[in-house]
C-alpha cells in the first residue's frame, strides 16, 4: 500500500497568494482528516470528511481556508489569501470509518509565507 | 491540546536506559492513541487502547491505559538511537468518529 499521499512536500509562497495542497487517502478508507501542526499549537484538526462529506469543520481558522472531497481518492485544502501565520506542516490522514482504526498520515506539506 | 497533557516535555536518555511517557486527559477517553514522528516526517502509528487495565507491547515498547485516571503511560525499555523522535498521544473523544485530537508531544533524544 503507498500509504497517505500529498503535495507538494515543500510550499514557499508569498503573502497574498492561493495555496493549494493535496491529498490522495488509502484506498478503501471512508474517512479523511486536514491536521496543522506548528510549535506554538501542536497538531490541530482542521477538517474531517466521511464518504467525502465535511462533517466537522470548526477547526477551520478562518474563510481563508477552504477544503474539498470531490471523490473519494482526493482531497484538497485552499487558503486564499495566505498570510505569514499560515505557515506550518498540514498533515492529511485518513482512515476507515470504525471503531477502533488509526488515522494514516501522510508526510506532510510544509508551507512558508513569506 | 491542553485536554491532553503530556509529560514530560523533554527527555534526553543514555542509549540502553528505560523511560516512560505520560498522557493524561481531562476528559472522558473512548480511545487513547499513541504515535510517533521523526522530524519532517509524518506520524506512524504505534498501538491504540480501549478498555482500562488494558496494556499492549511493540518490540521494546509497552503502553498501558489508567481508565480511572485518564490517564496512559509509554514505556520503553533499553532504549536505542532509533527510539528518537516525538511521541505524541491522542484522543477519541466521541467514540466512533475517528477524530482524534493530540497532545503537544514529548521529544525524545537517546544518547549513544
Known amino acids: 500500500d503507498a500509504g497517505v499521499i500529498q503535495s507538494p512536500r515543500h510550499e514557499v509562497t508569498e503573502m497574498g497568494q492561493e495555496v493549494t495542497l493535496r491529498c490522495k487517502p488509502i484506498?478503501?478508507?471512508?474517512?479523511l482528516f486536514w491536521y496543522r501542526q506548528t510549535m506554538m499549537r501542536g497538531l490541530e484538526l482542521l477538517i474531517y470528511?466521511?464518504?467525502?462529506?465535511?462533517?466537522?469543520d470548526s477547526g477551520m481558522p478562518e474563510d481563508r481556508f477552504s477544503a474539498k472531497m470531490p471523490n473519494a481518492s482526493f482531497s484538497t485544502l485552499k487558503i486564499q489569501p495566505s498570510e505569514p501565520r499560515d505557515s506550518a506542516v498540514y498533515f492529511c490522514?485518513?482512515?476507515?470509518?470504525?471503531?477502533?482504526?488509526?488515522?494514516?498520515f501522510g508526510n506532510g506539506t510544509r508551507l512558508t509565507v513569506t | 491540546s491542553q485536554e491532553l497533557e503530556q509529560s514530560p516535555q523533554s527527555l534526553i536518555v543514555q542509549e540502553g536506559k528505560n523511560l516512560t511517557i505520560n498522557c493524561t486527559s481531562s476528559?472522558?477517553?473512548?480511545?487513547l492513541y499513541w504515535y510517533k514522528q521523526k522530524y519532517g516526517e509524518g506520524l506512524i502509528f504505534l498501538m491504540m487502547?480501549?478498555?482500562?487495565?488494558e496494556e499492549k507491547s511493540h518490540e521494546k515498547i509497552t503502553a498501558k491505559l489508567d481508565e480511572k485516571k485518564q490517564q496512559s503511560s509509554l514505556h520503553i525499555t533499553a532504549s536505542q538511537p532509533s527510539h528518537a523522535g516525538i511521541y505524541l498521544c491522542?484522543?477519541?473523544?466521541?467514540?466512533?468518529?475517528?477524530?482524534?485530537?493530540f497532545g503537544q508531544g514529548t521529544t525524545l533524544q537517546v544518547k549513544p
Open positions: 487502547l480501549q478498555k482500562g487495565g
Open positions: 476528559k472522558t477517553l473512548y480511545g
Open positions: 490522514a485518513s482512515s476507515l470509518r470504525q471503531e477502533n482504526s488509526p488515522l494514516h
Open positions: 491522542g484522543a477519541d473523544r466521541t467514540g466512533n468518529t475517528g477524530k482524534l485530537i
Open positions: 484506498s478503501g478508507h471512508n474517512s
Open positions: 470528511f466521511n464518504n467525502n462529506v465535511p462533517i466537522d
